[in-house]
């Protein structure tokens, strides 16, 4: 079975640096898909951005960026000019693929920005 | 741009009684899904939906809990006889079929509160 793993309960950094979140996943798949989602303190789930296991170019959404690690299956996540706004709780999820897609979820890092 | 909506935002339910929760997936979505997150836990998942019928679900998902599409714009999750440990937050999901299927996109969620 697959599980993702964010050994960084918590992170901080000073506003206008750069943070970088980390995750690792395990699978036996070859074909998967990986996202970052946000979940700032209203609790809702926003999508970041995300990685198709297929394409070796990293995925980048404006100050978002992952460095994506197919060998070491490892998916980090680095923001670079940290806002205010940034702050949240931060999810790395796999995707199963096949006839089902199912999220598979790490236990989140917890971001704090410095003002 | 189209969002996942959900009602109630707060639910708040003695033990034993019977809630629904209730969402309205992206439109021309047609995977729809149901996640929760405990307090301080992974986000889990609960189950998928396509076509009318259910398509795969986890082992939290058992007869207590029930999804339906009674029309053509709501997706529901129903949980019977409702336990303390229920009391969550509970994410609905929906993703398009065929380009894009893998990116599910989060509705605000409605929190559970089990007396």
């Known amino acids: 079975a697959q599980t993702v793993t964010q050994s960084q309960p918590e992170m901080s950094v000073q506003e206008a640096e750069t943070v970088t979140l980390s995750c690792t996943y395990d699978?036996?798949?070859?074909?998967?898909?990986l996202f970052w989602y946000k979940q700032p303190p209203s609790r809702q789930m926003i999508l970041v951005i995300r990685q198709e296991a297929y394409k070796q170019q990293n995925a980048t959404e404006n100050r978002f960026s992952v460095n994506f690690q197919k060998a070491a299956k490892s998916f980090s996540l680095k923001i670079s000019d940290s806002q205010l706004g940034d702050a949240a709780m931060y999810f790395c999820?796999?995707?199963?693929?096949?006839?089902?897609?199912?999220?598979?979820w790490g236990a989140g890092t917890k971001l704090i920005i410095k003002p | 741009e189209p969002e996942v909506t959900q009602t109630p935002s707060h639910q708040v339910t003695q033990m034993g009684q019977e809630v629904i929760l209730r969402c309205v997936p992206i439109?021309?979505?047609?995977?729809f899904y149901w996640y929760r997150q405990i307090l301080g836990q992974k986000v889990e998942f609960l189950v998928s939906?396509?076509?009318?019928?259910?398509?795969?679900k986890s082992e939290i998902f058992d007869d207590q809990f029930s999804v339906e599409r009674p029309d053509g714009s709501n997706f529901t999750l129903k949980i019977r006889s409702t336990k303390l440990e229920d009391s969550a937050m509970y994410f609905c999901?929906?993703?398009?079929?065929?380009?894009?299927?893998?990116?599910?996109?989060f509705g605000p969620g409605t929190r559970l509160l089990v007396l």
């Open positions: 439109s021309n979505h047609l995977y």
């Open positions: 699978t036996s798949e070859s074909d998967y898909y």
């Open positions: 939906f396509y076509n009318n019928e259910i398509s795969e």
């Open positions: 999820a796999y995707l199963t693929m096949g006839s089902n897609y199912q999220l598979i």
């Open positions: 999901a929906s993703s398009p079929r065929g380009w894009g299927v893998e990116t599910q996109y």
